[in-house]
T-cell receptor, first 115, second 113 residues
């Protein structure tokens, strides 16, 4: 069965430090890949997406993600974290099943930023 | 332009009552999704609409849950005979098509007492 794993439930980094959030998926082909961010009391906002092509994807707010087919991973990175990045981050995959695309979300990684 | 809106933003109901949650998608978006987010959990897929039809209802947790979409626009998620385990945030998302990113509403926080 298809699945998405975000192995880190909580991550704490200092402001200005680099960040990497991990995401692994289980699917027989290359899925559509997404990262969303959910700030407190807010809905989810798309950070970036990968459908095909260049495996390094740039997103909003200075985030980037790299698709590694051999590792079934789509890790999110940011070189220098800002206090406003504190939020919950969700990795999601879109997989084709029964003629439609189904979207599976990971359980999220909550990011805390220390001043 | 206007994003996805959901109403009510908060709903407190007594166990056993029925509730209706509403989602107004972005105009022109043909795909609409409902998810449930419980405390500390990820997003649990409930149902997907393409236009007015629901090709994927596989996520509805029981027959107490139903949803409809009329005119290819507004959708209503109905929970009958609510139980305490139904307490969660219900998120709606819309998309130009099933192969695009989703745009999420702010959610409806449902509390069953």
């Amino acid at each position: 069965a298809q699945s998405v794993t975000q192995p880190d439930i909580h991550i704490t980094v200092s402001e200005g430090a680099s960040l990497e959030l991990r995401c692994n998926y289980s699917y027989g082909a290359t899925p559509y890949l997404f990262w969303y961010v959910q700030s407190p009391g807010q809905g989810l906002q798309l950070l970036l997406k990968y459908f095909s092509g260049d495996t390094l994807v740039q997103g909003i707010k200075g985030f980037e993600a790299e698709f590694k087919r051999s590792q079934s991973s789509f890790n999110l990175r940011k070189p220098s974290v800002h206090w406003s990045d504190a939020a919950e981050y969700f990795c999601a995959v879109g997989v084709l099943g029964s003629g439609t695309y189904k979207y599976i979300f990971g359980t999220g990684t909550r990011l805390k930023v220390l001043a | 332009g206007a994003g996805v809106s959901q109403s009510p933003s908060n709903k407190v109901t007594e166990k056993g009552k029925d509730v209706e949650l509403r989602c107004d998608p972005i105009s022109g978006h043909t795909a609409l999704y409902w998810y449930r987010q419980s405390l500390g959990q990820g997003l649990e897929f409930l149902i997907y609409f393409q236009g007015n039809s629901a090709p994927d209802k596989s996520g509805l947790p029981s027959d107490r849950f139903s949803a409809e979409r009329t005119g290819g626009s507004v959708s209503t998620l109905t929970i009958q005979r609510t139980q305490q385990e139904d307490s969660a945030v219900y998120l709606c998302a819309s998309s130009p098509g099933s192969r695009n990113e989703q745009y999420f509403g702010p959610g409806t926080r449902l509390t069953v007492t």
